[in-house]
């Protein structure tokens, strides 16, 4: 199929993203306004102007609106506070139903905050992250995998990010990982898993080279794609490896996928959760992995050339794929 082809039927797809959506703020400082505290005699870092994006789960699901993709949703938990008021607020300016979002006070909304030299217009000072690090309560943990039993059957694809670099504290803990495996069972799902691939069951799971690496050593002890696909009873492992495409891993064995050559990109910030976006509605539409990843590569090669966690439009595919 072509990109046209594909992308004609995103408009009939309901797409469901789970798991840890996220906040980005992006902050642009003044280094001209680092006058030291009086009390402390620490330099501030003068923030001048702030703006909000969806991150992690909200990235891959903001790249889904963008594709014009007929409904997309997300479900995950925020904090009741300010955070989690302005990650609605995000979500639901692209369309993005929050209807299926966890508010609960006993947890922090999970925040990205990027400091940009407003002189230099560079991300250069660490970055202010809030995280939870403890287990989310076992009635948040029961409601939230109560919501995607009862909503899943009503999506085509479900994405999920498992964006967490905590031992404890994300939404895709092992109950929800079970609950996934028995979806998966009639829905296409497809895994975005940092930190424990290896883990799940049953599902189609896209980690980078990296990733994908890890998840093997700790799972079998050594490299072996096609040893922790078989581990993982996962129908595809799709990996992700930059500039040289993706390997597509399944019971026939592997298949490497390139991808169109971009010089000099100029963020890759976001990418994998593009390439998830674009590559999982085209494995529902067409049922090739392949096509699917040389799919998800032009989306990718579109967002890379953009500031931040950017996305991509139909006409923007269109145009690289000439």
Same mark, same amino acid.
């Given at each position: 199929?072509? $990109? ?12 469901? #993203? ?10 642009? !400082? ?16 003068? *923030?001048?102007? /702030? &703006? ?13 609106? +963008? ?17 989690? !008021?302005? %990650? =609605?607020?995000? %979500? +639901? $300016?692209?369309g993005i139903s929050t209807g299926l979002l966890v508010r609960a006070c006993s947890v922090p909304t999970f925040t990205y905050t990027k400091l940009i030299n407003h002189q230099t217009g560079e991300e250069d000072l660490p970055r202010v992250d809030f995280v939870n690090v403890r287990p989310i309560p076992e009635e948040l943990e029961r409601e939230l995998v109560d919501r995607l039993e009862r909503v899943a059957g009503g999506y085509d694809v479900i994405l999920v990010a498992d964006q967490a670099e905590t031992a404890q504290g994300g ?6 990982? =079970? ?21 799940? @069951? ?20 050594? *490299? ?9 009873? $996962? ?15 399944? &019971? @026939? ?5 390139? /991808?169109?050559?971009? =010089?000099?990109? *100029? ?9 998830? $976006? ?14 699917? #990843?040389?799919?998800?590569?032009? *989306? ?15 006409? &923007? ?6």
């Amino acid at each position: 199929m072509t $990109a046209a082809q594909i992308l004609a039927a995103f408009p009939k797809l309901r797409a469901l #993203v789970v798991g840890d959506i996220c906040l980005d703020r992006w902050c642009r !400082y003044e280094p001209a306004l680092a006058d030291p505290s009086r009390e402390t005699g620490i330099p501030r870092i003068g *923030v001048v102007a /702030t &703006e909000v994006t969806p991150g992690g789960g909200g990235t891959i699901a903001n790249n889904l609106a +963008a594709l014009r993709t007929g409904a997309v949703a997300v479900l995950g938990l925020a904090g009741d506070d300010g955070f989690g !008021y302005e %990650l =609605e607020r995000a %979500l +639901a $300016a692209r369309g993005i139903s929050t209807g299926l979002l966890v508010r609960a006070c006993s947890v922090p909304t999970f925040t990205y905050t990027k400091l940009i030299n407003h002189q230099t217009g560079e991300e250069d000072l660490p970055r202010v992250d809030f995280v939870n690090v403890r287990p989310i309560p076992e009635e948040l943990e029961r409601e939230l995998v109560d919501r995607l039993e009862r909503v899943a059957g009503g999506y085509d694809v479900i994405l999920v990010a498992d964006q967490a670099e905590t031992a404890q504290g994300g939404v895709v803990t092992a109950r929800m990982r =079970e609950a996934l495996a028995r979806i998966a069972e009639t829905t296409l799902v497809w895994v975005d898993s940092r930190l424990r691939a290896e883990l799940f @069951r049953g599902v189609v799971v896209k980690p980078n080279q990296q990733e994908a690496e890890a998840a093997s050593l700790r799972a079998l002890g050594c *490299v072996d794609y096609a040893g922790l696909r078989r581990h993982m009873a $996962a129908p595809f492992l799709i990996i992700t490896r930059g500039g040289q495409g993706a390997l597509v891993v399944d &019971e @026939r064995g592997s298949a490497p996928v390139p /991808t169109r050559r971009v =010089e000099r990109p *100029v963020d890759i910030c976001g990418a994998g959760d593009s390439f998830s $976006a674009g590559a999982a509605l085209a494995l529902k539409v067409t049922g090739d992995p392949v096509a699917a #990843v040389r799919f998800g590569n032009l *989306v990718a090669s579109i967002t890379i050339m953009k500031k931040g966690t950017g996305t991509a439009s139909p006409e &923007e595919v269109l145009a690289a794929e000439r």
